[in-house]
């Protein structure tokens, strides 16, 4: 079945550092990729997307690259903010399959000022 | 702007009640999930629906129930609360022209 791998946390930086987070995902059919993002208290909201190969989904200065041959999505940022602080999920939706999104074990992230 | 909303946002009832989470979307959307967050971030899929009269059970066995008499309306059921179902609760939909899932705020259940 469909599955996402993302990096433990929690990830700790500075603020101005830059941010790696990992995520890989296995799927059978091809699968729309996303990072959603979740402030302390809230519900999930969409960061960004890519829907096929070798896409660059970027907001809010965070960017992410749909690799199929790595089968990787990694979350990138130059410059974290405090405000950036939250926990991160990595997710899938396959389009051959049943589109129920299929999530990451989350994140979290903590910058310091 | 995603419109779901999920109520209450915060509830503590004691073991024994009956209880209902409410989720609605104002957005049209066909799907519509369930999903159990727990203290370690993990989302779990205890229920989904595919469009009206249709509901499935998730990934995550679950002693809730679910219905969908109208496409906007997906609530979550407890007949008998316990202290093993205190958790996060969050419902999402999606439109089956676009993968991207809507989020409520969340609804932060402890049953004492």
């Known amino acids: 079945g469909d599955s996402v791998t993302q990096m433990e946390g929690p990830v700790t930086l500075s603020e101005e550092a830059f941010l790696t987070i990992n995520c890989t995902y296995t799927a059978t059919g091809y699968p729309s990729l996303f990072w959603y993002v979740q402030y302390p208290g809230e519900g999930l909201q969409l960061l960004l997307k890519a829907t096929k190969a070798d896409d660059k989904g970027s907001n809010k200065g965070f960017e992410a690259t749909y690799r199929k041959e790595t089968t990787s999505f990694h979350l990138e940022k130059g410059s974290v903010q405090v405000s950036d602080s939250a926990v991160y999920f990595c997710a899938l939706s396959d389009r051959g399959g049943s589109y129920i999104p299929t999530f990451g074990r989350g994140t979290s992230l903590i910058v310091h000022p | 702007e995603a419109d779901i909303y999920q109520t209450p946002r915060y509830l503590v009832i004691g073991t024994g009640k009956k209880i209902t989470l409410e989720c609605s979307q104002t957005m049209g959307h066909d799907k519509m999930y369930w999903y159990q967050q727990d203290p370690g971030m993990e989302l779990h899929l205890i229920h989904y629906s595919y469009g009206v009269n249709s509901t499935e059970k998730g990934d995550l066995s679950s002693e809730s129930t679910v219905s969908r008499i109208r496409t906007e309306h997906f609530p979550l059921t407890l007949e008998s609360a316990r202290p093993s179902h205190t958790s996060q609760y969050l419902c999402?939909?999606?439109?089956?022209?676009?993968?991207?899932?809507?989020f409520g705020q969340g609804t932060r259940l402890t049953v004492v």
């Open positions: 999402a939909s999606t439109d089956t022209g676009g993968p991207s899932a809507f």
